[in-house]
């Protein structure tokens, strides 16, 4: 399994920034993919997941802000984030599970300054 995240950058709180994660593997192979965060000195927890059917699950703090998305012909997932607040600064990182293992891509940098 191999993950290659992009979109990540600096914006100011309120803007936007989507997110992509390009995966070797069909989507549709996966039990659930999605958005995990690192900010500095915290621990990593989850941001968005989708599983196979679609479904999407938020962290409380994004909820209604960020939007998780799956194209299974182009095997991406991407994540929309809106009004973006410096508390959403982190790196964030793409991962997807199967049979039980989780992967994870390579962090990509995203900075929200107020």
């Known amino acids: 399994v191999q993950l290659q995240a992009s979109g990540g950058g600096l914006v100011e709180a309120g803007g936007s920034l989507r997110l992509s994660c390009t995966n070797s593997?069909?989507?549709?192979?996966?039990?659930?993919m999605g958005w995990y965060r690192q900010a500095p000195g915290k621990s990593r927890e989850m941001v968005a997941l989708i599983d196979r059917g679609g479904r999407p699950n938020y962290a409380g703090s994004v909820e209604g802000r960020f939007a998780i998305s799956r194209d299974s012909a182009k095997n991406m997932v991407d994540l929309q984030m809106n009004n973006l607040e410096p508390e959403d600064t982190a790196v964030y990182y793409c991962?997807?599970?199967?049979?039980?293992?989780?992967?994870w891509g390579q962090g990509t940098q995203v900075t929200v300054s107020s």
């Open positions: 991962s997807v599970i199967l049979i039980g293992k989780q992967y």
């Open positions: 593997k069909s989507i549709d192979s996966y039990n659930a």
